[in-house]
């Protein structure tokens, strides 16, 4: 009788000791909630670095077709039909449904979503598809707001050489930065009200919190924050190397801002003035980016028969400025629509 107990507890421990199935392909479902600057493309970067168990696609809902797109486009050459793509708007869980079917036998299948890709009422069908939810934001908006407003300016979204050309200052507007803000707001706080509800059912997705400021602005913060996503995600470590964007300009906002002493802009960066600066460095000078272009972009701007007037080429963009007018379309309600 002891033999056959003690037999019975080794069968037990042999059985313990097996690693855990592996999930099933497709099983993990995964949104990046975030908005525009706010470091959702190295995020997206970070997570494709583990492309044996993920499928990380970038914005499948954008209202541009960005499919052929190696940054915002579908993640391991997945085909989507004509028809659903078309109807990924309207219809959205045809879209989503089908990025889940197409796996590609990864067991994770993700994308980004900002609010502008949906109309608002259909965020409760992606959060109910979702299984995890990264929710990603930006302490300071008031400089978010600015680099969202540099990169429309500038045509540049998103950069990976330092030495490309970007817009350097941008001028605000009180109105259009309120209303802005008044529907970021508004979508998170609806979002969240969503979570809450599908966690009284059950049916809520696990989420993480991570924002810019604590999680990704500097290369310091990448291991910790690999580590955060690994594990909420259960993912085993990665020896890829990600190409991993670079930031465009300073975060020094009195640089990059034109009318920086109006009161009112004043008014609005003293909300702001508590957050930690460990994220901010000064606008670099002509000088230092023609150094760190290394003979590219901003040298090649030079001109070898005129240098004087090749320097002021260089410095027409320090001077450029131009009114900001994201937030203007949101002045009837936020999101795209209800």
Not at 178 to 185: C, N, P, Y
Request: aromatic letters at 8%; proline letters at 5%; one cysteine or more.
């Amino acid at each position: 009788m002891v033999a056959r107990g003690a037999a019975r507890l080794l069968l037990l421990a042999v059985a313990s000791a097996r690693p855990a199935p592996a999930p099933a392909p497709g099983s993990k479902r995964l949104v990046v909630l975030s908005g525009p600057r706010t470091g959702s493309s190295l995020l997206v970067a970070m997570l494709r670095a583990h492309r044996r168990q993920i499928l990380m696609h970038g914005e499948p809902f954008h209202q541009y077709d960005l499919r052929t797109s190696d940054k915002d486009g579908f993640d391991g050459d997945v085909e989507v039909p004509d028809d659903v793509f078309a109807a990924r708007r309207s219809e959205p869980l045809r879209l989503l449904d089908h990025m889940a079917a197409h796996h590609r036998g990864r067991e994770i299948v993700g994308f980004k979503l900002f609010q502008k890709h949906m109309r608002t009422k259909q965020l409760p069908d992606f959060l109910k598809w979702a299984t995890h939810l990264v929710w990603l934001s930006r302490d300071n908006e008031l400089a978010q707001y600015v680099s969202v407003c540099l990169a429309q300016k500038g045509g540049v979204w998103v950069q990976y050489d330092e030495a490309r050309e970007s817009a350097r200052n941008v001028t605000l507007s009180d109105d259009f930065f309120r209303l802005w803000i008044h529907a970021e707001k508004q979508f998170m706080s609806y979002a969240q009200g969503i979570v809450s509800l599908l966690e009284v059912d059950g049916a809520a997705p696990a989420v993480l919190r991570l924002t810019y400021e604590r999680d990704l602005c500097s290369l310091d913060l990448y291991n910790r924050t690999m580590g955060k996503l690994e594990a909420f995600l259960g993912l085993g470590p990665t020896d890829a190397a990600p190409r991993l964007p670079v930031k465009q300009h300073g975060e020094v906002l009195a640089d990059l801002v034109t009318n920086w002493d109006e009161p009112y802009v004043q008014e609005i960066a003293a909300r702001y003035a508590h957050l930690p600066t460990t994220c901010a460095k000064p606008k670099p000078t002509l000088d230092e980016l023609l150094a760190a272009g290394g003979g590219g972009f901003w040298r090649r701007r030079l001109d070898a028969d005129d240098p004087d007037r090749g320097r002021r080429k260089g410095r027409r963009l320090e001077t450029d400025h131009g009114l900001c007018i994201e937030g203007r379309e949101q002045r009837n309600g936020f999101g795209g629509g209800i």
